[in-house]
């Protein structure tokens, strides 16, 4: 191998296949905290956002339950440290306790995503609410006199700004309750008169609290601000018919985002790609363009139920190229085995079969994917079936030399692909074709089988060295499940050095692998009980998908 070769490999394979890779993200969200997305109408804040105003409002209920625990402590120990000035009357401790244990209750709504972000922003309305209320009354039941800020700033107008910027909502929502939480202040005062004390004058109450209505006028700016400024976030965010509403990952190629066709009912993946990655040297901005167009649509020409379906394609007004995909429920392959370890042989014979179904049309139609890998290789729930794969990231193929059209969306003169999983003649830069997807579907077996990558080393360039001169050891050598030994053959077969000695096409391939399936082998019943069992949430959201 050259050094200038060494060295382009070295540059371009940033991470080994043990990092999870952002750009799988472009088929499903995380399940934990999964909502349906979200139309401006309901909070006029995009969802990717009001998620993280429900982390802050998480944030802010962890901060005050740790202050009111540490004085709860304090106020309890005052008569064994001999401080009797520090006890609080019982109504105040009541009241206090009663503020930790719903900023607790706020918290783990928060933690375990028990509601959908724009239900929780309401719950930080009540919250806010809430504690104002604690702290207007239970300062009135500890002072021995009135206590009122004299032309001062109230804790309660703190609290409603805080608030404001911190956990936004509807301008109309945040008038209300920063209004109401104003009003306590006053309201703890005439508790204060009830108990005997000394009822304060109207003019005494709006020079101690003006101050906590001024508050609320800012938090009603502060809404107005928030809402326009989402709905230019929102407006900017929106691709042909598509409007981005979360982004679900971020790699190297650039970002994958959740989004929602404005007439349609139909929810999508959109990956934007930074043109830097796939254009060629002395490559201009528009061939690369006309490029991207060409690969898209030969791209969406192919018809496998198993090739993830493009939607649509394009240029971004600040020069990024788009695809938009559909979405789909489920685990790419490297999850699938991360969370639930190596999968039966029968299994991944059954799912295997499939991805030769999508790679057979495509090598027929001159495309080779040249990056099949785990994260590339999608098992889901799709209508009725369960264990349905989708292959990923078709529209960064490279066309067979001798097809009419002859492009690639990948830099040239650099190998392509991902360490674990390249083959030989992509690492010395020989010529590529359908067998390189046959060995990169050798190194995708092996990690079903056995949970590891077929070579690994120190860094991406150890493991692209050993593809093109080690031999690998079978599957059964590293796996504690029995493999059949025809299995075991015919892995080896698909990483032969030797593109000439792998199986022909990925026909071929699929013949050899329902050769290879095991007496019990893998149904759709088995694999709908295996989702019920395991992924419960992907089956059920599937069928109200289907609804």
Request: aromatic content about 8%.
């Amino acid at each position: 191998m050259s050094s200038d070769l060494s060295d382009q490999i070295e540059a371009m394979l940033a991470e080994p296949i043990s990092s999870p890779s952002a750009e799988r993200a472009e088929t499903v969200a995380p399940s934990e905290g999964r909502s349906r997305p979200l139309s401006l109408t309901a909070h006029q804040i995009p969802l990717d956002l009001l998620r993280r105003a429900a982390d802050r409002l998480q944030m802010v209920a962890a901060i005050m339950a740790i202050a009111l625990a540490g004085y709860v402590i304090i106020t309890n120990l005052a008569p064994v440290l001999a401080d009797p000035s520090l006890a609080q009357p019982g109504p105040t401790r009541l009241i206090v306790l009663a503020l930790l244990l719903v900023s607790i209750g706020v918290y783990f709504l928060g933690r375990f995503h028990a509601l959908k972000p724009e239900r929780m922003l309401d719950v930080g309305l009540w919250y806010m609410v809430f504690l104002a209320f604690g702290g207007a009354v239970a300062i009135q039941y500890y002072a021995g006199e009135l206590r009122m800020p004299t032309w001062g700033v109230s804790e309660v107008a703190v609290l409603i700004l805080v608030f404001a910027i911190l956990v936004p909502n509807t301008p109309g929502k945040v008038l209300l309750f920063a209004l109401v939480a104003a009003t306590l202040d006053p309201l703890g005062d005439l508790i204060y008169g009830l108990r005997g004390g000394e009822t304060p004058t109207f003019l005494q109450m709006l020079a101690a609290y003006y101050a906590n209505y001024f508050a609320a006028g800012i938090a009603l700016v502060t809404a107005h601000v928030l809402t326009r400024l989402a709905r230019e976030v929102s407006e900017a965010r929106e691709l042909g018919s598509y409007r981005l509403t979360e982004q679900l990952g971020r790699g190297g190629m650039g970002e994958v985002w959740r989004a929602d066709h404005r007439m349609l009912a139909r929810p999508a993946a959109v990956k934007l790609i930074r043109p830097d990655m796939l254009m060629g040297v002395g490559e201009d901005r528009e061939t690369l363009v006309r490029r991207f167009e060409r690969e898209a649509q030969a791209t969406a020409l192919l018809r496998s139920p198993h090739t993830i379906e493009l939607y649509d394609f394009g240029v971004t007004p600040e020069g990024s190229l788009y695809y938009v995909m559909e979405l789909l429920d489920g685990l790419d392959m490297q999850a699938l085995v991360e969370r639930y370890g190596p999968l039966q042989p029968e299994r991944a014979v059954y799912l295997l079969r499939q991805v030769c179904d999508s790679l057979f049309e495509a090598h027929e139609n001159g495309l080779v994917h040249r990056d099949i890998k785990p994260a590339n290789v999608y098992v889901c729930h799709y209508g009725m079936e369960a264990d349905f794969v989708k292959v990923l990231d078709f529209g960064l193929v490279e066309r067979r030399p001798g097809i009419a059209g002859d492009t690639r969306l990948t830099m040239d003169d650099c190998p392509g692909g991902t360490p674990a999983f390249m083959a030989p003649e992509q690492i010395l830069g020989r010529t590529v074709d359908g067998r390189t997807d046959i060995y990169a579907m050798g190194c995708l077996a092996f990690w079903l089988l056995t949970g590891s990558c077929v070579f690994s080393g120190a860094t991406p360039l150890d493991a692209v060295v050993k593809h093109a001169r080690e031999e690998p050891e079978p599957p059964s050598a590293r796996s504690e499940m029995p493999i059949p030994a025809v299995l075991d053959e015919l892995v080896l077969a698909c990483l032969e050095k030797e593109p000439e000695r792998r199986p022909a096409n990925a026909a071929a391939l699929r013949a050899q692998l329902a050769a290879c399936a095991p007496d019990n082998a893998w149904t759709g019943e088995d694999a709908r009980s295996w989702w019920e069992l395991h992924e419960p949430t992907a089956l059920a959201e599937t069928a109200l998908e289907g609804a």
